[in-house]
C-alpha cells in the first residue's frame, strides 16, 4: 500500500476511510504523514492508546502500555549442595540416603524429588512481587530430617537473576 498526498491507491489490499482517516485492511492509517504518533515514554505503544505514556511497557501480561507489577520472571533461584559434616565432601541424593528437598519460601514450603546420583541444583521460583523472601531448605527421606538450614532473607527484585548463595545442606 501506498500513499501519496493523503490519498492513498491500493496495491492489492483494500482500505477503508472512517471519519476522515483512512485505514488498510491491516488497520494501518494512510495519511500522507511521514511521522510517528507521539510515544513519550518510548515503549512503542503511541501516547493516545498509552495508559501509562510516562511509564515504559514491559510486554509482561497486558500490552497496555503500562509496566506490570506481576508476574515477576524467574524471580529467584535457589541453589542447593549436599556436603558431609566435617570432611565438607560432597554426597549425592543417594550417598545420604536421600528422597526430597523441601524449599520454603516466606512460610511457603515446594518439595521436590532428590535424584540418584544427583548433588546439587538449582530450583527457580516465579514470585508475585519485588520484595524480601525467607528462604530455608530442608533435606529428608521420607519424614525424617537429614539436614534443616536457617531461613536466610533474600531480596527480589524481579530481573530474573536474583540467586541465592549455595547452600550447602549438611549431613552427618
Request: aromatic share 6%; charged share 15%; hydrophobic share 35%.
Amino acid at each position: 500500500m501506498t500513499s501519496v498526498r493523503g490519498i492513498f491507491r491500493s496495491v492489492g489490499i483494500p482500505a477503508l476511510l472512517l471519519a476522515g482517516v483512512a485505514f488498510s485492511a491491516s488497520g494501518c492509517i494512510i495519511d500522507g504523514s511521514s511521522s510517528p504518533p507521539p510515544d513519550s515514554d518510548g515503549d512503542g505503544v503511541s501516547d493516545a492508546h498509552d495508559a501509562c505514556p510516562t511509564l515504559a511497557e514491559d510486554y509482561i501480561g497486558a500490552v497496555d502500555g503500562c509496566p506490570e507489577t506481576t508476574p515477576c520472571s524467574p524471580d529467584l533461584y535457589v541453589n542447593w549442595r549436599i556436603v558431609e559434616s566435617g570432611t565438607n565432601a560432597v554426597l549425592t541424593c543417594d550417598q545420604v540416603p536421600a528422597d526430597t528437598i523441601r524449599i520454603n519460601i516466606s512460610g511457603q514450603s515446594t518439595n521436590f524429588p532428590c535424584p540418584a546420583g544427583v548433588s546439587q541444583g538449582q530450583v527457580p521460583f516465579y514470585l508475585d512481587r519485588t520484595d524480601t523472601y525467607t528462604v530455608a531448605t530442608t533435606l529428608l527421606n521420607g519424614n525424617t530430617v537429614l539436614s534443616q538450614m536457617q531461613p536466610a532473607s533474600i531480596f527480589v527484585d524481579c530481573s530474573g537473576l536474583t540467586q541465592t548463595p549455595l547452600i550447602d545442606m549438611v549431613v552427618n
